[in-house]
């Protein structure tokens, strides 16, 4: 099973543009989206170009931003943690549920956690207005608890938001089948497992 992980961005990473907050709606792009294909194509370049990672694996849920030319701008994924083994899981020594419950220092339900992955956006400003739209429409469906692996550059961008995700474990690509060789230079950015109460997200996007 390919990887789905976060966060491709390009070297050089400009704030988004004003015009674009007035326009970055999410949209669900599911498996029978007559731009599926072109929508997958755009994550598995935006992972290529930022680490010669080659993607082909992507979560069952997806989600899109689009500029006023209705070129892709922003993607993220998502699945739930009741719906099966989730990827992230393989850098775990326990399901999520118990690394989380570990750290909180209380117990978690499973089915109140949600993975989010193939997040990629043209710019570092796209990923930070993605951010609170995706925690609203997450709270939406009724997720309490989001988990994910996060370079520095996606750690940045939720500092930049006022937020501090959890640290649950370091992302070993040894953990993984492949060892992480699909992945180029992405484990170089020292991608960590980790976890954010959705609440705090719907909290940043309010304050954006």
Known sequence: MQTVELLALPSATPRAPARHAARARLEPVHATHPSRAQFEDFIAARFGRAYGARVTHFLPHLLGVRDGLGRWQAAAGYAAAEGGDLFLEQYLQHPVEHALAEKLGRPLARHGIVEVGNLAAVSAGMARLLIPQLARHLHRLGYRWVVFTATRALRNSFLR?????????????????????????????????????????????SRA
């Open 161 to 205: 938001l006022g937020l501090r995700p959890l640290p649950i474990a370091p992302a070993d690509p040894a953990r993984l089948a492949d060892g992480g060789a699909s992945w180029g230079a992405y484990y170089e950015q020292d991608p960590i497992v980790m976890a954010g109460k959705i609440a705090l997200g719907l909290a940043a996007g």
